[in-house]
Structure formats: C-alpha cells, structure tokens
C-alpha cells in the first residue's frame, strides 16, 4: 500500500514538472491551420513513418516512378531506425528523471534539468522529422504531393478514430 501511495505520488510530480516546463515556440505550429492539413501537424510528426509506408504501399495510385521508389525506401529505413533511437533516448530520459525524483526531498535543480532534456529529445526529433519531410517531398511531383495529401488523412484515420471529450454539464 505504501508503495503504491509512493508511486502515485511520484507520477503526479512528473506530471506536474511536465506541464510546467516552457514549450519550444515552433510548437504553437500545432494550432496553426494551414493547407497541408494534419501533415503539418506537430503532434503528427512521428506520423511520418505511416506517410512514407502509405507512399510506397499505394505508389501506383501516386503515379510513383520506380526511381522515385528506390530513393524512398532508404530513407524510410533512417526514419525507421532514428524513431526507435528517438523512442529509447525519450523513454531513458524520463527514467533518469523518475531516479532524481525518487527521494523524499528530490533536488529541483537536476529535476529541472532533467525535464529540459526530455523537451529538447523531442524538439530534436521534431525538427529532424521536419527535414526528413522536406526531402520526402522534394521527391514527388505537384500533383503527387496533391494526391498523398488527399490520401493520408484517410488512411490516418483508419488507424485511430478521432475520439471528442465532452465537458459534463452541471
């Protein structure tokens, strides 16, 4: 019981340190609308992967070239192994942060610290996945760029259907 009290104690202050912590200015991008709809997305960049996959998987309704293809599938393969490196630096940071906290009286300063690293692991793979985008995109055509925008939000929302939250009325 004790633990479990310890436990959820601790998750409470990584929550609050979480949310306390400056954001990065780019990530006002997120409620930004434009006409690359959800592409541009902050919260969709780890989406690349599904962009790229859906690029290669339906190349014919793209009108993709077979060079076009193979110039692909190796950055798709980067983008693979730099989301599993992106997830394991995160996930290390979040640990080593949960270490300083698990005292009784954790010091603030390295909590601090602690908390800017995990936010500059994720600028850092944001802005890489940003630069992976441009150069995807150099490599298609206007009017396959326009067919890839028509097609991704259908196959996004295949994988996870959007769910609302409703505010309970008193």
Same mark, same amino acid.
């Given at each position: 019981?004790?633990?479990?009290?310890?436990?959820? &104690?601790?998750?409470?202050?990584?929550?609050?340190?979480?949310?306390?912590?400056?954001?990065?200015?780019?990530?006002?991008? &997120?409620? *930004?609308?434009?006409?690359?709809?959800?592409?541009?997305?902050?919260?969709?960049?780890?989406?690349?992967?599904?962009?790229?996959?859906?690029?290669?998987?339906?190349?014919?309704?793209?009108?993709?070239?077979?060079?076009?293809?193979?110039?692909?599938?190796?950055?798709?393969?980067?983008?693979?192994?730099?989301?599993?490196?992106?997830?394991?630096?995160?996930?290390?940071?979040?640990?080593?942060?949960?270490?300083?906290?698990?005292?009784?009286?954790?010091?603030?300063?390295?909590?601090?610290?602690?908390?800017?690293?995990?936010?500059?692991?994720?600028?850092?793979?944001?802005?890489?996945?940003?630069?992976?985008?441009?150069? *995807?995109?150099?490599?298609?055509?206007?009017?396959?760029?326009?067919?890839?925008?028509?097609?991704?939000?259908?196959?996004?929302?295949?994988?996870?259907?959007? *769910? &609302?939250?409703?505010?309970?009325?008193?």
């Amino acid at each position: 019981m004790k633990t479990r009290n310890s436990i959820s &104690k601790m998750l409470a202050a990584v929550a609050l340190l979480a949310l306390s912590v400056p954001v990065p200015a780019f990530s006002a991008m &997120k409620n *930004m609308s434009n006409e690359h709809g959800q592409m541009m997305e902050m919260g969709n960049m780890d989406k690349m992967d599904d962009m790229m996959d859906m690029c290669i998987e339906h190349s014919a309704k793209m009108g993709l070239t077979d060079d076009q293809i193979m110039e692909m599938k190796p950055m798709h393969r980067e983008m693979q192994k730099a989301q599993v490196r992106y997830k394991a630096d995160l996930k290390v940071a979040e640990i080593e942060l949960m270490e300083i906290m698990d005292v009784k009286d954790f010091d603030m300063e390295k909590a601090g610290i602690a908390v800017k690293k995990i936010a500059e692991i994720k600028t850092a793979h944001k802005l890489e996945m940003l630069k992976n985008m441009k150069k *995807m995109r150099t490599i298609l055509t206007d009017e396959q760029f326009e067919k890839m925008k028509v097609m991704m939000p259908m196959k996004m929302s295949e994988k996870k259907p959007v *769910m &609302k939250m409703h505010k309970k009325q008193k």
